[in-house]
């Protein structure tokens, strides 16, 4: 299976949950966007401009839509945008939603960093006012996104890490569980 994470605004987050779901998946991990990821993913990651299309393999597109990643988009069996709840995130991820959306109908809309329970409800009705059919999953802000690039642990690996790691990403863990399982079944 292809998975692309995508959005041309940065800090949303693409990163740290395209190499956690890589990680837990136990796929290839590509990305067009400089990060840590081959350093904390050996012989599973690699960045460059033009990325591959391979099997079993999480995408972490940054930047705008060129054209090699077209062929990739559309042959994802889904695709992960994440936005957090600012302003000009949600005009950025509306933008790209636009251009993904005739290539690729399978979109996940990833609200990330939610610190209260509207942020969720705001970004979505945002979102909302000009598409329909998007389906909506939530990431609430959690140090595990920094950790996970910092210790090169997917989520999964740090929840289980300790009790008191159980106990602090309860509820972010089950959040990323519910994106994770989309693709478990298959
Ligand atoms: N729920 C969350 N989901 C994703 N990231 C989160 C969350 N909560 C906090 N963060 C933090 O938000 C930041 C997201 O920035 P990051 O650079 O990973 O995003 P990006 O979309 O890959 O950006 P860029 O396009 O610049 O590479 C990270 O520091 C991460 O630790
Ligand atoms: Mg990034």
Do not use: W
Request: aromatic share 10%; proline share 4%; hydrophobic share 35%.
């Amino acid at each position: 299976m292809i998975i692309s994470v995508i959005n041309k605004k940065g800090g949303v987050g693409k990163t740290p949950i395209s190499f956690s779901l890589a990680k837990d998946l136990g796929y290839y991990l590509q990305s067009n966007d400089n990060s840590v990821i081959e350093s904390i993913y050996p012989d599973m990651a690699k960045i460059s401009s033009n990325p591959e299309i391979i099997e079993n393999c999480v995408y972490d597109f940054g930047g705008f839509v060129s054209s090699g990643v077209l062929p990739i988009l559309k042959a994802s069996a889904a695709i992960l945008i994440p936005t957090s709840n600012d302003y000009n995130s949600i005009l950025r991820t509306v933008e790209t939603i636009e251009e993904i959306q005739p290539l690729n109908e399978n979109l996940f809309i990833v609200v990330t960093k939610t610190e209260k329970e509207s942020d969720f409800e705001t970004v979505k009705s945002a979102i909302n006012q000009h598409f329909d059919n998007l389906e909506f999953f939530e990431l609430r802000l959690s140090k595990a996104f920094k950790n996970t690039i910092e210790t090169g642990l997917s989520l999964t690996e740090l929840y289980h890490e300790t009790p008191l790691s159980k106990s602090a990403y309860k509820t972010v863990y089950r959040q990323y569980k519910t994106i994770l399982d989309l693709f478990k079944g298959e």
